[in-house]
């Protein structure tokens, strides 16, 4: 792979939820990628990270704009319409679709031709691989445009079909559950299973470490979104993991 330096040019336009907001500008900014965080849909200046600029509206001269929410749907389809709105409809908007499809995205604006679905999830965003994932609609030119982004970032690309849950996200919060389930049963201790998952397998988090790095509550929109996509039992949610993503502490200390 060779990695392409951005242009003064490739100004980005990024909003969404913290982390990923704070995580996914680094990422631009280490790349050299200008960034701007515009205050659409209630973000306020405390949310945007040290590395943006703030601005009072979204850049038309945009070269791509990222979307990163996971948990709050009502703000992203809003975020998402004014990025729509105000941006010339070839730009690409990357938006994070684990937890909702870009088919699903795509029906909330007017230009769907230009949404690519990626995998941004706390704690991995800085990891060397990213998930794209194309829509129905998605034009072909937006999906080589946004290989040239990734590849400036210095990532590698990885095309995935457009499912809530996507790969890696739904494996690793698969995993955590598992987890929270054995604990729940007395299986073992938290810091037991990180240890046999961390040796025995090389992971480079045990996974209770995991869903705490990630946040729990984002675990549990995953999973319910990936249950509620395909119907199916094994991504029932440990009553542990529900638990103790409300803030709860666990009974048995």
């Known amino acids: 792979m060779t990695k392409r330096t951005p242009s003064s040019e490739m100004r980005a336009v990024i909003c969404g939820e913290s982390p990923m907001l704070a995580e996914f500008s680094k990422v631009l900014h280490d790349a050299g990628f200008p960034i701007e965080c515009p205050a659409i849909a209630g973000t306020t200046p405390d949310e945007i990270p040290a590395n943006c600029t703030p601005t009072k509206s979204i850049s038309v001269s945009a070269m791509f704009a990222v979307e990163l929410s996971l948990i709050g749907m009502a703000e992203k389809r809003l975020r998402l319409r004014e990025l729509d709105a105000v941006l010339p409809p070839d730009t690409p908007i990357l938006t994070n679709s684990i937890t909702v499809s870009v088919a699903e995205q795509a029906s909330w604006i007017i ?131 529900r638990q103790m993503s409300q803030g709860q502490k666990w009974w048995n200390g």
């Not at 072909?140 to 996200?169: C, N, W, Y």
């Open 111 to 241: 230009h769907p031709g230009r949404l690519l679905g990626i995998a941004a999830l706390p704690s991995l965003i800085s990891a060397k691989l990213i998930e794209a994932a194309p829509g129905i609609s998605t034009d072909r030119a937006i999906v080589t445009r946004a290989h040239d982004i990734f590849i400036a970032m210095g990532k590698e690309v990885s095309i995935v079909q457009d499912r809530v849950g996507l790969v890696m996200p739904r494996i690793v919060c698969s995993l955590i559950n598992e987890a929270f389930f054995a604990m729940m049963e007395g299986a073992a201790s938290p810091r037991d299973i990180d240890l046999a998952m961390k040796l025995g397998t090389n992971y480079p988090r045990g996974p209770v470490e995991w869903g705490n790095a990630i946040d729990l509550r984002i675990v549990v929109a995953i999973l319910e979104a990936i249950r509620k996509d395909t119907g199916e039992e094994r991504y029932r949610i440990a009553p542990l993991l």
